[in-house]
């Protein structure tokens, strides 16, 4: 995956043309399948948990996004490939039609890989069609939805990254994805310090006149009052997470939130996912197959759970996802190891930079996916979208808590300050670390 | 139950001498027995569900509140009854000692209900006299643990309503808990009305000056910004919540967050617990035997998820818990139907009620537990208590969503606006109704 | 439990006239109330795993035989005390009415001990009645039943001691059953020999022409061909078991067959149920409390897969059904430690005994149950009783391993050298011991 | 799948030279990969239950067999291609090494489907030279492994062949395995009569003296009195099935096992496995796709739950597994519909048969395995093979029915009237139907 042309290209700014609308949506089709090129038809199948899809499903979801959002409403006489696909590929959609069971995805050998692809290039080209030839009286609805679909196929590509690495850990052969990855530098690990806000009543979410591309659940911008706080200038390191575990973390239920300490005894974690002792040094399974623990670089592939327990450990606490904003929309520098790298695995940030307490923290973006405090819920005055694309964030505004920033595997146009991931504080299978806060003192 | 001397003596003020606190210890003690009085010994044994404790259990581990929390650390020489019971009647602290496991409190027909009355009565005069004897250094440390344990203690008498109907529930006999329940007076549903909010920067939690007794949940104070929002003028009757489901609100997964859809689908829910149609009318489980449903009270017994959707039916959404804080501070009427009454179930306001816009809401407090909208999670700069006590609440700030109001089975004395109660999105067993919000037009 | 009178009145003979029917009915009923003497209220009520009942089931569900079967044909214008109890107390007569789901046993509160003996007294009544004023048409049929419903009630008497010793086994304060339990003497192991047998065609199951009572699934006698073979002349001690166990039994899968071999690593057996270790030596959970083990005692609470593992490591096997029966029927000798021997748990046979090569093999009846390589199927030519009877026995015949010879547990009245009982292989809350057999050389 | 060769060569006679082994070696070899020629790649992989497992595991592991019982104990310096493949392909082989989880099978895309060919083909080479080249000293060890191997590849080719059933079944696809299997012709249903038999003191199992290949399982011969017994012409057909499914069979609990009768009300069973009912008419997955039910051809993928309550509905019982090969080892046609037939599904007899009652029976092999109602367990001096071999077959001698005859996945070479082939009763994926017997009057 060593590019001469870069893999993930920006939609900075969201196209004003026909043109560009087919631009962006050409990339981001291509690089969708550029991340699969390394996969054998075989990795394709396999679904190793309820939570991870087969990459095949994958590939074809979101081409069933852009057949059932637009070239069904919007292209007159539209037939489709095959009607079965609107089941087998629908992934949540209820009020749309009722999808195939989730844990079931992994039982489909058919269609095929190369199945998939066609169908893939089959609705490519209707979608050119109709990007090349909107309809004018719809032409705002298709871009609204060309733009949501082409966000929503950067979401599976990092499911994608994320899923390909479970299905390959669950192999005593230990593949390696591809070896063609960027390899990282060896860095000394950056002193932790703090950087204090002030806090005060502030806007928070997408402000109300952007014209920027957000999801619903970024809006409507609202008033929040802040305390005053500290954010740590970086993500809590392997490290520091191994003298957490070296100190009892995983033994001490006072540490523990109740949910995380019965969750922990019951799956018998005693470090993060995908790691593996060998006499006194830590392994993790990589997309480049088992390396050592880079001690420098940001923990990640920790439960929300976990983070809680290491921040109690440590005396701090997860920021709210309002104070990761504030500083995030602060930070002027949306920069970070993204997908577009070329690691797809955190990297420590380079060492020994000397920072003065003004400046803003660093690796907000990118690396690993911060846990917040805050549990996942609807913004005062939340609005779905119409019709069953409102199934597509509101309906899983329980159970969850929100993180921020993007990771590793994300796209880097992706993602912005208001941000909202969300996963269960249970999973573990995304790249996702944290970062500690502290009331102001 | 009617009762000569009122059951549920006030705590309206904390005590400021020794014999005020044993008054109110005795008062407790009492009042949990009293409730106690109309079961059978066979009763008292049965976990009808994990969730549920058998009583037994309950009046024993209030009990060792006080052993394990008062007796050990404050008398000298203090000699349990039975060593085991401090492994047998711990719930939760799992700093203390390791807890017996939960779902196995059912298998223990010994200690006999005699042995825990005899426990009880022996820990009663132990406590007494370190009541009336407290060494002065820890008069102040006695108070706040004695209050903490009277409280507690308030907790698990509503915790024995809850589950002794679960428990009578489960048995085709249909026993009925007592015949002298007060019967509920038959009145016309209020018309429901929407109260105006204007919001702004406001404080929630418990005043940091007050000296009153709150839970370390309710702390520390702090600001928080609200829009303008309205909220309605009483709960959602069982009369609305009938025309949901013949609307078929429970097949319409529009209106389901994704978790409780799939929970009603696995669990054929399709009304609230303890509903049994009988031809064309709805019946109820109650304290007092099967019931028929009387439209004109409060829905209860519906989980958070129901709630929700059925809010979302009704074109509003659920308050925050910062809103309804808001607006019962404001009440400056915290009586209700509560545990007091002597109905032991949610009961009609009174209907035909001239009502002007500027009017607090109706039944703010009692009859039913309002499920929020709000995730229940620490405030900001939130302490726990020192020592094992800090496993009192902050461990379960995950997964569960936050109630207010009290309910019928509440002790009146026990309820403050601050007061946070909390059960997961899907419980459905506690006194659980609701009330709909909206913003403000 | 010292009693004056015999506690087990024997049935050896089945009564000719109605007042013998009437004293065994008597009898009967009397034994299964005084098992329960020494049983608080509390220990009625809880049903520890679902293979177990309450006790308080028990005595109703018993009775309740006795009303479906007799008083509801046989007694024109009989009414029941409650209507409810014949959907309560139903066990799995599936084609009489919907039974009460067997794992809600234990949530059932009502009826109370006290309604339950009140139920037994008042079908008592009605029994007696009949029993004196059986219509004469039906005398033979009301003979028949009264016969298997107080054999039907031997049954369960043996089945409150296993259950009321499994119920007091979760309890931490290890309780008690009864302090006036016999203590079995000390003696040392009885030397294991072998016993030759030559086989041939033989006869298995009741004699055609016997009037004595048996269950249906013991007929009818058939023919059946045994190669020669060799039986142990007593049943592997708690001695012999140790050494299997300290020498690797459980850690070995060679010696297990697949299903054992998965359900102990699952479970995590390492012993027989109810052995907690303590430093070097090895306690047993009884009925009299924990005590140390008897290793001349047979053991017992193993399972099926336990015995045969233990029989592969011993170089033999698991006598077959027809082998255990052919040496029984010749044993002559149908003594044993049974319940009336008022030990309630296995003991050693007395040590010393010189013993012919000709003589009939020790203990096969009494002390433990005993495991054979049997599956539990029907004998050639099996019928079913008529209508819901027919219930009682055929349909468990998959899935089980038949048990021969009775234990400390069963009235001894109740067993014959043709006796099949029958448990799922991984069962261990029965006296279940075993006893080896071998191919002879 | 329409060969000029035919796909399934005979094993009629063990062979007597290098060459001959070679041969066979070959043949079944070759066989096992041209059933996969219809697969796609992705069929490969996909784990449908537990009980089933990815075609490309089928294949490596009936590979690993020969590595691990004939290359590595006997080529000396024999290297083989992965070592790890050791671990991933043992099935069960618990005294070998600790075999890969049996349900994490459908978790390993790598190696992948081309890898698995790459080691079979290793492998053969190996093979190949060993065969031609078996040291004397080890000839005999070595003819008896290879023949042992040569048979287990046959047993993995049925395998095969139920697995990728129930593979393509799962998907809404219905996938078709092949288009060139054969069209069963259409033919009117059989009339179905009794054959007597006297019974007797018969030999069941493999003569002693027989050199032919047999599972130890089979061994040894040995003596069984049979009473007279009739037995039914052909298998139970669909048509007859269907009668028993309009009748009520599955809603009448009198007819079924306590077992059977759970299972099918917990799993909502009403027909066999893989119909479908499509308005009045029945339809049946098959591996040509889904064909409407032919009334005339047996019943098939039923459990043995299901043919024991249609033999209790139809007044009978299924046969014993002695009665069974009573009747076989008599019938002297082995002839049927095999895999070699190329139907890969159960075809009905030829119609109108005029048959004397001293006729043999119909149908005994091949078209369906027949349920009997013996549980497998082992014969009178059974005796496994030594070592790691001996996990063969003994140790799943418990849970499973015994099953007869072959069906029309089972090449024809591999069955004998002796062969026992064993499945839990509630096994519904394996080509299963059953036969009438009853007592001769
Ligand atoms: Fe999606
Ligand atoms: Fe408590
Ligand atoms: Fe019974
Ligand atoms: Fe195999």
């Known amino acids: 995956m060593s590019h001469a042309e870069p893999l993930y290209p920006a939609l900075a700014d969201e196209p004003t043309s026909p043109e560009g609308w087919l631009e962006a949506f050409r990339d981001v089709r291509a690089v969708t399948e550029q991340l699969c090129i390394p996969l054998e038809t075989e990795d394709y199948v396999i679904q190793s948990m309820d939570d991870v899809s087969p990459p095949k499903w994958h590939l074809a979801h979101v081409t069933w996004f852009f057949e059932a959002f637009l070239l069904k409403p919007f292209v ?24 195939f069971p989730r844990p079931r995805r992994g039982l489909l050998s058919r269609p095929t890989v190369a199945d998939v692809y066609r169908y893939r290039h089959y609705v490519d080209e209707a979608m050119e069609l109709l990007l ?75 402000e109300p006149d952007s014209e920027a591309f957000a999801f619903d659940n970024e809006r409507p911008a609202h008033r929040q009052y802040l305390e005053p706080f500290e954010l740590a200038t970086r993500p809590v390191t392997n490290q520091e997470y191994i003298r957490f575990m070296e100190q009892g973390g995983y033994q001490d239920p006072a540490l523990w939130l109740s949910d995380g300490w019965h969750l922990i005894r019951e799956k018998g974690w005693t470090a993060p996912l995908y790691w593996v002792r060998d006499g006194e040094r830590w392994y993790h399974f990589t997309l480049t197959g088992l390396l050592p623990v880079d001690t420098a670089a940001p923990v990640c592939h920790v439960s929300f759970y976990e983070a809680d327990a290491f921040a109690r450990w440590a005396g701090g606490r997860l920021p709210t996802e309002a104070e990761w904003e504030h500083a995030a929309v602060n930070t002027r520098d949306l920069n970070g190891n993204f997908a577009d790298s070329g690691y797809l695995q955190p990297v420590a940030t380079e060492a020994g930079t000397v920072r003065n307490p003004q400046d803003p ?37 329980s159970g969850q808590m929100v993180l921020r920033g993007g990771c590793c595997a994300t796209p880097a146009s992706h993602v912005r300050p208001t941000y909202r991931n969300f996963f269960p504080p249970s999973a573990r299978w995304a790249f996702s670390g944290f970062r500690l806060a502290r009331e102001a003192t």
């Open 361 to 397: 923290p660093l690796q907000m973006f990118g690396d690993v996916w911060e846990w917040t405090g805050s549990a996942y819920r609807p913004y005062p005055g939340f609005r779905t979208l119409s019709g069953s694309l409102g199934e597509y964030n509101g309906k899983f505004m």
């Open 132 to 206: 090349c030839n909107a309809p004018s009286e719809h032409s705002r609805a298709i871009a609204e939805r060309v733009c949501l679909g082409i966000h929503h196929e950067q979401q599976h590509q990092e499911l994608l990254a994320m899923d390909i690495k479970h299905i390959l850990a669950q192999n005593p052969l230990r593949p390696i994805y591809s070896k063609r990855l960027k390899v990282p530098p060896t860095r000394r690990p950056a002193p932790m310090g703090w950087r204090t806000y002030e806090g005060g009543l502030l806007t928070i979410g997408l």
């Open 76 to 99: 007159k006489g539209y037939v489709s490939q095959n009607d079965s696909y609107d089941y087998l590929f629908n992934s949540y959609y209820e009020t749309h039609s009722s999808p």
